[in-house]
């Protein structure tokens, strides 16, 4: 089965600088791959998704990720943090509809 | 957003009592399925339905069951909650292309 590996439980980054959140994935074929995010007391919203073609997508709220297959990532990128981005981000793996992996989430605090 | 509804949205329990969760849906996706999460487990699917009466198990199962009657309404029970059972949980649905959309959760709390 498909795994995900998130490695930073919590990163703080300053408002306007740049952030990566790393997303480390195992599956034998090409995955599905998606971020979503998390407000505290909220759902999971979407943020991007590649199913296949160009490895580099973008998303909402600015965000883009980047697909590299020799490297079994798929890491989130913004170029400068909002305050409104401190939120919790998951990275998942999809291998058919029944059979989404989730990691275990990174906590993003924006400091002022 | 998705058309996805959860009830309750917080719950309190008490050890050994039945419990049950509803999600419903406005958008006719035929794909519908329950998370827990757990902090430093992200979401594990627990089960998940494919059409009306045809569920299946996920990764965590045990102690769970669900009911799909309808389209629109898939049902998570606990037949006698436990105190591991303490989590927050989602219901998500897809249309099939593989992308899930998640509702906004039940808090539920078993004492």
């Known amino acids: 089965a498909q795994s995900v590996t998130q490695p930073d439980i919590h990163i703080t980054v300053s408002e306007g600088a740049s952030l990566e959140l790393r997303c480390n994935y195992s599956y034998g074929a090409t995955p599905y791959l998606f971020w979503y995010v998390q407000s505290p007391g909220q759902g999971l919203q979407l943020l991007l998704k590649y199913f296949s073609g160009d490895t580099l997508v973008q998303g909402i709220k600015g965000f883009e990720a980047e697909f590299k297959r020799s490297q079994s990532s798929f890491n989130l990128r913004k170029p400068s943090v909002h305050w409104s981005d401190a939120a919790e981000y998951f990275c998942?793996?999809?291998?058919?509809?029944?059979?989404?992996?989730f990691g275990a989430g990174t906590r993003l605090t924006v400091k002022p | 957003d998705a058309g996805i509804t959860q009830s309750p949205r917080h719950k309190v329990t008490e050890t050994g009592t039945p419990v049950t969760l509803r999600c419903h849906q406005t958008?006719?996706?035929?794909?519908m399925y329950w998370y827990r999460q757990d902090p430093g487990h992200g979401l594990r699917l627990i089960h998940y339905s494919y059409g009306v009466k045809d569920t299946d198990k996920g990764e965590v199962s045990d102690g769970y069951s669900v009911s799909r009657s309808k389209t629109e309404d898939f049902l998570l029970t606990l037949e006698s909650a436990t105190s591991s059972q303490t989590s927050v949980y989602f219901c998500?649905?897809?249309?099939?292309?593989?992308?899930?959309?998640f509702g906004p959760g039940t808090r539920l709390l078993v004492l």
């Open positions: 958008e006719n996706h035929r794909y």
């Open positions: 998942a793996v999809g291998a058919g509809n029944n059979d989404m992996r």
């Open positions: 998500a649905i897809s249309g099939g292309a593989e992308t899930q959309y």
